[in-house]
């Protein structure tokens, strides 16, 4: 029995996306908590073709849980090694540090440039990037509207109209000056905040990858609160199955499968973060021309591409973009394939994804 259990829980080592907790680490082992749903998993992954895994190691970091499997050479360094980047990561770009990188940009708004180190330089480049790319609906100065909302906090609210009035002003990704050879960041404003919250997963998965790859590991499975990357080819060379989550369901159900070689897989939607209030839903992405959340008649965008800090970006830009806009920005970007999953309950795909529709309450368009 408990060999039983115990290959169940490495069996879930599979889940992929379809079995992440963001915000309760303890849950990722209470969720697991009925008969039924280990059964369903249990299914999920014979049918599915899921293999068993080695163990793996989660933990909580970047507000999320973060699991790594190894398929081979799994030994305690490497997952160290991983961890300890993936955690100075967050000490340089969480806005919950106020010794990161990011707190202290933010605290010197409108007074001075601040160094910082070469990787958060390269990481604000990037999501710079992204909101030129986006026309600005990737914008990392989304901070003040993210603290008015409070999503990730205790106490969520809608707030005022004329607080969110007050601080559109603040939020222009064009205020940010960059200098190279100081590696200098500056915000023009007083009151301005970067937010590196829609990109610094994708970095980190990114970053996780190559200390990977330089342990000579070729198969590993990096899942940062559903930020996936791949790395290596199944056994078998049959493609990887990766279960996109049911953005109207509690996690762990999935609306179908998708099949895919070594790629990173992220999704933005609006069950991620969000609260009700007067029985509607207020989701954590933001229209930064507006200061709520971005309302498209999408429920969840997923990218699917070579490196996950793109995905990352792309995933928040194209949720806010909507459908049309957004995949007009997608066939300028080679390599980079979506699923797209609206409000009325159909899913579109883009032509080189390889999906497999399992909830039929949802209806795959063509
Ligand atoms: P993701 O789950 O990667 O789409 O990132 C969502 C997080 O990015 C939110 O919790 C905010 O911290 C931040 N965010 C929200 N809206 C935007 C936006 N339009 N541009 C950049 N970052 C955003
Ligand atoms: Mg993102």
Not at 166 to 195: C, F, H, Q
Request: hydrophobic share 40%.
């Amino acid at each position: 029995m408990a060999a039983t259990l115990k290959n169940f829980l490495n069996a879930l080592d599979c889940r992929q996306i379809f079995y992440h907790e963001p915000h309760k680490p303890h849950e990722l082992v209470l969720r697991k908590r009925t008969l039924v749903r280990f059964f369903l998993i249990f299914l999920f992954l014979t049918l599915t073709g899921c293999e068993q895994t080695q163990p793996s190691r989660s933990e909580f970091a970047l507000g999320t849980v973060c699991t790594i499997t190894l398929y081979e050479q799994g030994d305690k360094t490497v997952y160290n090694n991983i961890f300890s980047r993936i955690r100075e990561i967050e000490n340089l770009m969480s806005v919950n540090i106020p010794s990161s990188d990011i707190s202290r940009i933010n605290a010197a708004a409108g007074i001075e440039p601040v160094q910082v180190q070469k990787e958060t330089f390269n990481v604000i480049e990037r999501a710079l990037y992204f909101a030129r790319l986006s026309g600005g609906a990737f914008d990392p100065t989304i901070g003040p509207i993210v603290s008015l909302w409070n999503i990730n906090g205790d106490n969520p609210q809608v707030p005022s109209r004329e607080k969110i009035d007050a601080s559109l002003p603040l939020v222009n990704w064009r205020n940010i000056e960059l200098d190279a050879e100081k590696r200098g960041v500056y915000l023009t404003r007083r009151g301005m905040t970067l937010d590196l919250g829609a990109i610094a997963k994708g970095y980190a998965a990114d970053e996780a990858a190559v200390i990977i790859k330089n342990a000579g590991i070729s198969r590993a499975l990096i899942d940062l609160g559903g930020n996936i990357l791949i790395i290596g080819e199944k056994p078998d060379k049959k493609p990887w199955s990766v279960g996109i989550q049911n953005p109207l369901d509690n996690r762990g159900s999935v609306i179908g499968v998708l099949h895919t070689a070594e790629k990173t897989i992220v999704t933005s939607g609006v069950y991620e973060r969000f609260f009700k209030e007067n029985d509607r839903r207020y989701h954590h992405l933001f229209d930064p021309s507006q200061g709520y959340p971005a309302q498209t008649g999408l429920l969840s965008v997923t990218l699917v591409t070579g490196v996950s800090m793109d995905a990352d970006a792309l995933s928040t830009a194209i949720f806010v973009l909507g459908y049309a806009k957004g995949l007009s920005l997608l066939k300028t970007l080679p390599d980079t394939e979506a699923i797209f999953v609206f409000e009325d309950k159909s899913v579109r795909t883009t032509s080189g994804i390889n999906f497999t529709l399992t909830d039929d309450s949802f209806r795959l368009q063509p």
